[in-house]
C-alpha cells in the first residue's frame, strides 16, 4: 500500500490565492522529505528539501518565501504556494527516503491556477 | 555537478519483445541505483533497486550495473502495452546525500500491439 500521501489530489484556485499542499509518511518517521515539480512532458524538478526542526532547504532558482515549506513533525510536511500565478500552475510531488536509498513518492497534486 | 543521462526516446517496440533502457552516471562514488516507472499524470513508482556490479531479475525486469563503466540498465522482457510510461534512472550518491536521488530525465517506451 501507499507509504506516502499527499492532500489535496487537485485544486483548483484564483490568481493571488494561497494553496497548501500536505505530504504525509504513513508507516514511517521522515525527519527529511523533498518536494518536486512537474510540468506536463517535462523531467521531475526539485524544488527544495524539507527537513524536520530545522528550516527547508531550496534548490537554485526556487523562491522560498514563494514556496513555503514546513516540517512540522516527523511524518508531516507542507508546501505553500503563496499567490499563486497561471505559471505555478503544475504537478508537485513530495516524497520521503527510504532506508533502501530509494525516495517513496506521494500520489502528487495537481495544481491549477487561473 | 553529478548528472545521470538517458536517451529520452520515444523507444517503440512490439508487444512481446525485449525493451532495454540505459542510463549512465557522472558520480564514481554513487551507491544506489533505481529505475522508477512513470505513467502519464500519475507520480514514479520504483521498480527495481540495484547496489553491487552484475544482474538483478525480478519477474519481467532485468537491471544491471556496470560502475567501472558507469552504466545502468532496465531490460523488460515480454513488453506489454501495459508497461508504456517513462522509465525514470536514479542514482543515490550515498554519504551526506544519502536519500537524496539524481533523475535522469526519463526514457519514453511505448509498446505497440
Known amino acids: 500500500g501507499a507509504v506516502v500521501s499527499q492532500h489535496p489530489s487537485r485544486v483548483i484556485c484564483k490568481s493571488g490565492t494561497s494553496v497548501k499542499i500536505e505530504c504525509r509518511s504513513l508507516d514511517f518517521q521522515a525527519t527529511t522529505m523533498f518536494w518536486y515539480r512537474q510540468f506536463p512532458k517535462q523531467s521531475l524538478m526539485l524544488m527544495a528539501t524539507s527537513n524536520e526542526g530545522s528550516k527547508a532547504t531550496y534548490e537554485q532558482g526556487v ?51 487561473l | 555537478q553529478k548528472e545521470v543521462e538517458q536517451n529520452s526516446g520515444p523507444l517503440s517496440v512490439p508487444e512481446g519483445a525485449i525493451a532495454s533502457l540505459n542510463c549512465t552516471y557522472s558520480d564514481r562514488g554513487s551507491q544506489s541505483f533505481f529505475w522508477y516507472r512513470q505513467y502519464s499524470g500519475k507520480s514514479p513508482e520504483l521498480i527495481m533497486s540495484i547496489y553491487s556490479n552484475g544482474d538483478k531479475e525480478d519477474g519481467r525486469f532485468t537491471a544491471q550495473l ?48
Open chain 2, 66 to 113: 556496470n560502475k567501472a563503466s558507469q552504466y545502468v540498465s532496465l531490460l523488460i522482457r515480454d513488453s506489454q502495452p501495459s508497461d508504456s510510461a517513462t522509465y525514470l534512472c536514479a542514482v543515490n550518491a550515498g554519504g551526506t546525500s544519502y536519500g537524496k536521488l539524481t533523475f535522469g530525465q526519463g526514457t519514453i517506451l511505448t509498446v505497440h500491439p
Open chain 1, 63 to 113: 523562491e522560498k518565501d514563494k514556496f513555503l515549506i514546513n516540517h512540522a513533525s516527523l511524518t508531516l510536511s507542507t508546501l505553500t504556494v503563496t499567490s499563486a500565478h497561471p505559471e505555478d500552475s503544475s504537478f508537485y510531488i513530495c516524497s520521503a527516503p527510504r532506508t533502501s536509498g530509494a525516495e517513496a513518492f506521494g500520489p502528487g497534486t495537481r495544481l491549477l491556477v
